[in-house]
T-cell receptor, first 114, second 112 residues
Framework: DSGVTQTPKHLITATGQRVTLRCSPR?????VYWYQQSLDQGLQFLIQ???????AKGNILERFSAQQFPDLHSELNLSSLELGDSALYFC?????????????FGEGSRLTVL | DQQVKQNSPSLSVQEGRISILNCDYT??????FLWYKKYPAEGPTFLIS???IKDKNEDGRFTVFLNKSAKHLSLHIVPSQPGDSAVYFC???????????WGAGTKLIIKP
């Protein structure tokens, strides 16, 4: 158990819809990261928040947005969903800015868009 | 631009033998290199790391070697066990921006 909690574990929705994925980081971790993994492909970095502020942005689509709340939990919002958005979405957290590269990952949220 | 490359999508090794997973990188500014292990339907878990000032780091059955001149690192698992069957990701980070750059992963299959 990494200490990172993601909900929901599974989500099935239709094209054009909007969903919200939630992540609670490990206790004490200030950074939250979102990653996307599609069909046995590599991990695509989406975005990082540090103590409520956006820290770094990766290959995140404009239809996607995220935020980190004062209690440090984070939400990833995916809108106008397309079939290609079906993927595993991982949240990770780290102490500080993650300068050692050691991240703690949740179990992921599997999104299926029909 | 793939800064971290894992050129072998998969590797099959007999149980008890040595598994060697390879990773190449292009950015000489990377300070830390890491290996993560991932089982299906689970998040990646940190396995072992190495600083750019070292050439070897060992943790039990796992050893990571870094060859800076060749911009190459490898993960050795000895002896390989069935529970080692997983996808292994190589990753690197630079302290100039703290961005973790990931390889595409290598699927390791340990045959009984």
């Amino acid at each position: 158990d990494s200490g990172v909690t993601q909900t929901p574990k599974h989500l099935i929705t239709a094209t054009g819809q909007r969903v919200t994925l939630r992540c609670s980081p490990r206790s004490g971790d200030l950074s939250v990261y979102w990653y996307q993994q599609s069909l046995d492909q590599g991990l695509q970095f989406l975005i990082q928040y540090y103590n409520g502020e956006e820290r770094a942005k990766g290959n995140i689509l404009e239809r996607f947005s995220a935020q980190q709340f004062p209690d440090l939990h984070s939400e990833l919002n995916l809108s106008s969903l397309e079939l290609g958005d079906s993927a595993l979405y991982f949240c990770a957290s780290s102490v500080g800015l993650g300068d050692t590269g050691e991240l703690f990952f949740g179990e992921g949220s599997r999104l299926t868009v029909l | 631009d793939q800064q971290v490359k894992q050129n072998s999508p998969s590797l099959s090794v007999q149980e008890g033998r040595i598994s060697i997973l390879n990773c190449d990188y292009t950015n000489s500014m990377f300070d830390y290199f890491l290996w993560y292990k991932k089982y299906p339907a689970e998040g990646p878990t940190f396995l072992i790391s190495i600083s750019s000032i070292k050439d070897k780091n060992e943790d039990g059955r796992f050893t990571v070697f870094l060859n800076k001149s060749a911009k190459h690192l490898s993960l050795h698992i000895v002896p390989s066990q069935p529970g080692d069957s997983a996808v292994y990701f190589c990753a690197a980070i630079s302290h100039s921006n703290y961005q973790l750059i990931w390889g595409a992963g290598t699927k390791l299959i340990i045959k009984p």
